[in-house]
């Protein structure tokens, strides 16, 4: 490591000390809280453990989603047939709730707070302007006690371009309504539709020789941004009064996310190309889109890359079509259905289709064998789940949830695990993350984790 480097780290050191960010007490608890538990985000045989969040929009046909029996002695409803090879493979869950989806006084927004509080369980402030708040996601409370573990904490994708800004559902934010995964109350983790672009941040750009000069220049770059960045900041904190330190707080926080990320690229380097071939980029068919991401995500468990993905397969109140199917007319616009035969009959359509993708997800994961023979499958725990049950009801409870995988025998998947009274859906987080060896109190509205998974 070059004097250059040592002389930025001593000032940016230096610079965090001065300014006492609390983003130094946050990361001094994570590094203890993962000291503490060495067996996190391992199965009990050493393997690495796997967490995946995939989320569709708009709700299900309830009709034709919920499994006919309970427990192991339950059959598959017309939508999940294409999960009939997996059958032992996942389990069903019926009765949980989003109590924060709810209106609850704040009137209209209902597919804003679905994304908001699927993977948060907290209740979303109802603001078009910058001043969002919602609650630290499941996935990011896992990451931030991987940390350091793999060469990314967290890979975080969508089908969907990012919209951070604005107003896009009875006065929420877009930023509710395009993310999923949020580091902080205040701070979406905004995802990556480009599938070329997460093949390249996964493994660099080139071949050979080539990819290893373009991810030094890569590096390069980002040093010297890096640089620019602190210098600004430190002319800044000169010029600002009290009110505004803040805004420099946050913007540190920033920095500071990008010179981690500097870090753990050059603590692991690169890893070794994969056969996969880097996609080329956006495909014209949302069908590939959808499953060229699904790839990376296989890839990124494969190499082990990360532990922990999200993956936004369409942001909710998507209004896209399926005319390869027959299906011309909008799936928001279908979803308020007024219990139309014909288009809850095209809902279920488009139920297959997402359907069709998550097995094709789990046959990827099945088919990936560890180093010991054993399938990433079993060594992962995948949540397939949408934040509206019956969309024209804008229904937050008995949401549609699947739980696949065998968490490296920590699940009991093979059957529908029904309710007898409605539950916090962050009970289920909280479940998976004793699972996964990771310390968290609660997650949102979170009751305790949930029994019999």
Not at 53 to 82: C, I, K
Request: hydrophobic fraction near 35%.
């Amino acid at each position: 490591m070059n004097a250059e480097y040592l002389s930025r780290r001593s000032f940016l050191r230096s610079a965090g000390f001065l300014l006492g960010l609390p983003a130094f007490e946050s990361l001094a608890r994570v590094k203890a809280s993962a000291a503490a538990t060495l067996s996190a985000g391992v199965t009990a045989s050493g393997d690495p453990l796997r967490l995946a969040l995939l989320y569709v929009p708009n709700g299900v046909n309830v009709e034709r989603w919920t499994p006919r029996g309970q427990g192991a002695d339950f059959s598959l409803n017309e939508t999940m047939l294409p999960l009939g090879e997996f059958q032992r493979d996942v389990q069903v869950v019926s009765g949980l709730e989003h109590h924060h989806g709810w209106a609850n006084g704040d009137g209209g927004g209902d597919h804003a707070r679905a994304s908001a509080t699927i993977f948060t369980g907290a209740r979303p402030k109802k603001t078009a302007g910058t001043d969002i708040r919602a609650g630290i996601s499941v996935d990011q409370v896992a990451a931030r006690q991987l940390e350091g573990r793999t060469r990314f904490a967290s890979l975080e994708l969508s089908c969907d371009g990012v919209r951070q800004a604005g107003n896009c559902d009875s006065g929420y934010s877009c930023a509710y309504q395009f993310n999923v995964s949020w580091r902080s109350e205040t701070q979406p983790v905004a995802p990556e539709s480009n599938p070329r672009l997460v093949f390249e941040r996964l493994f660099g750009r080139g071949t050979g020789g080539a990819r290893d000069v373009a991810v030094e220049r890569s590096n390069a770059r980002e040093r010297s941004l890096l640089d620019f960045l602190m210098e600004d900041a430190s002319t800044l904190q000169k010029q600002l009064g009290r009110n505004d330190q803040r805004k420099l707080d946050e913007y540190l926080t920033g920095v500071r996310e990008l010179e981690r990320r500097i870090q753990q690229a050059e603590k692991f380097g690169l890893p070794k190309a994969p056969s996969h071939a880097a996609p080329s980029g956006i495909p014209e068919s949302y069908s590939e889109h959808v499953r060229l991401m699904l790839d990376m995500m296989t890839l990124a468990f494969q190499t082990d890359s990360t532990r922990v993905a999200t993956f936004m397969l369409a942001h909710d109140g998507s209004n896209r079509n399926f005319s390869e199917i027959g299906v011309t007319s909008g799936h928001h616009e279908l979803s308020h259905h007024q219990n139309d035969a014909g288009k809850l009959e095209q809902i279920g359509r488009i139920d297959r289709v997402y359907m069709d993708h998550f097995a094709y997800f789990l046959k990827r994961l099945r088919d990936t064998k560890e180093a010991n023979g054993k399938s990433l499958l079993e060594n992962s725990m995948v949540v397939y789940c949408s934040g509206l049950s019956d969309a024209n009801r804008h229904a937050h409870n008995n949401l549609p949830v699947i739980l696949a995988g065998h968490g490296g025998g920590a699940l009991q998947p093979g059957k529908h695990l029904a309710l007898s009274s409605p539950l916090p859906m962050t009970n289920l987080y909280m479940s998976l993350l004793g699972r996964m060896g990771i310390e968290a109190e609660r997650l949102g509205d979170s009751t305790g984790a949930l029994q019999g998974v």
